[in-house]
């Protein structure tokens, strides 16, 4: 495969400016959370009134993952995109105004913070459906392996430009900052002429319109068991990486943003790698897990700062190859109709873990540290390999 060929979905005009707005949306993200996180530690003072902004972000995917999915197969996810954008820049900058008065009310940035998750949870799963109806069905394995490569960039260049805004601006300023990224987004999808757009046949309202059923999909079952295991055990690692850096390396705040940078840039290149594939079948994962598996535990017996450091890459590589057949495998698999449908499990199993993932890696990291958290989630996604290669078969070139 050329490189040309890999990155052959940008030549869409469409797919660029999708690409785009999540960049510079989840670039404006990090902003927001850097300075939410902050503000609350300085209203409170309390780690556990901090963890309460992770539950009131991620309770709504819990709750309405699967509701947002079949929306996403009944509207247009152009118009969910357009709605969700401009909501966001509402929330978002009514934040930003409550970081404005004194005695900052953490109730109200709770109830803010579970509002902007709500809308969200279907801005995620609308995000995912779109790309079919941008590339249509010949460039969709690509183009969604590809699309991985947003959260990635933003990653590898968020937390370093959020902490100098946060430095020079304040937080109100960072929460702004995001709030503008939202109309960016807005403006990057309204660019997109909905008569350029490749048709996906709509579900019907009767919900009975084909014989169509998840469970009796064997491949797609086993999926979407790999995405929640994985999701649970081995993907947790802005909390895995930041306490393995800082508690037990005893490295720096300089330390933590590198070991970060780093697993980003490896992220990107993970997500070309898994864009270079010309076939992704759920059959990939187990080629996917496997190396996401041997990276951790390469991570997990580094025996000094500057060794994890220089295995940093390796392990973005692994998560982002991973992510990038994860998620071409769960679109290409099933019909175009029930993409909407199929992405919200798969956005449940990815982001409904996270509290559950962050309160049993804490639990391990404080009982055994960070680099049994990091040999947990290897030996976890390795037997997620072997479960994909029982159910489905041999694998590594598929």
Excluded: K
Excluded at 37 to 52: E, F, I, Y
Excluded at 75 to 98: D, E, H, W
Excluded at 338 to 366: C, E, K, Q
């Amino acid at each position: 495969m050329t490189a040309g060929g890999v990155f052959q979905p940008f030549a869409n005009g469409r797919f660029s400016l999708y690409f785009t707005g999540q960049v510079v949306s989840n670039t404006g993200t990090w902003f927001q959370n850097l300075a939410l996180s902050l503000v609350v530690l300085d209203a409170t003072g309390s780690a556990r009134a901090l963890s309460g902004v992770t539950v009131a972000q991620f309770l709504p995917l819990l709750l309405l993952s699967i509701p947002a999915g079949r929306v996403a197969d009944r509207v247009r996810p152009r118009t969910i995109l357009l709605i969700t954008s401009l909501l966001s820049a509402v929330i978002v900058g009514t934040l930003a105004a409550v970081t404005l008065l004194p005695g900052v009310p953490v109730g109200a940035l709770y109830a803010l913070v579970a509002a902007l998750g709500t809308v969200h949870t279907f801005d995620r799963v609308a995000a995912q459906s779109i790309i079919f109806e941008l590339v249509g069905p010949g460039e969709l394995s690509r183009a969604v392996s590809l699309s991985t490569i947003a959260l990635a960039s933003a990653r590898s260049i968020g937390p370093g430009l959020a902490g100098v805004a946060f430095q020079g601006l304040g937080a109100t300023a960072c929460m702004l900052i995001n709030a503008l990224s939202f109309l960016l987004v807005f403006v990057s999808i309204a660019l997109i002429r909905p008569s350029a757009l490749h048709p996906r046949e709509v579900r019907s309202r009767a919900g009975a319109d084909d014989d169509y059923r998840v469970r009796q999909d064997s491949p797609l079952v086993t999926l979407l068991v790999v995405n929640a295991v994985v999701a649970l055990l081995a993907l947790n690692l802005m909390l895995v990486l930041t306490s393995t850096v800082a508690l037990t390396f005893d490295g720096d705040a300089t330390a933590v943003g590198l070991a970060h940078t780093l697993n980003a840039v490896g992220a990107i290149l993970g997500g070309i790698l898994a864009a270079s594939r010309a076939h992704v079948a759920v059959r990939s994962l187990t080629a996917a897990c496997a190396g996401l598996g041997l990276a951790l535990l390469a991570n997990a017996a580094a025996p000094t700062l500057p060794v994890f450091l220089a295995l940093g890459p390796l392990l973005g590589l692994g998560v982002g190859y991973y992510q990038g057949i994860l998620n071409a495998a769960a679109q290409v698999s099933v019909p175009p109709r029930h993409i909407g449908r199929t992405m919200s499990l798969v956005t449940l199993g990815n982001y409904g873990m996270v509290p559950f993932g962050a309160l049993l890696m804490g639990w391990v990291i404080d009982e055994s540290g960070g680099r049994t958290a990091l040999a947990i989630g290897g030996t976890a996604a390795l037997a997620c390999s072997v479960f994909v290669l029982l159910r489905l078969g041999r694998a590594w070139s598929a």
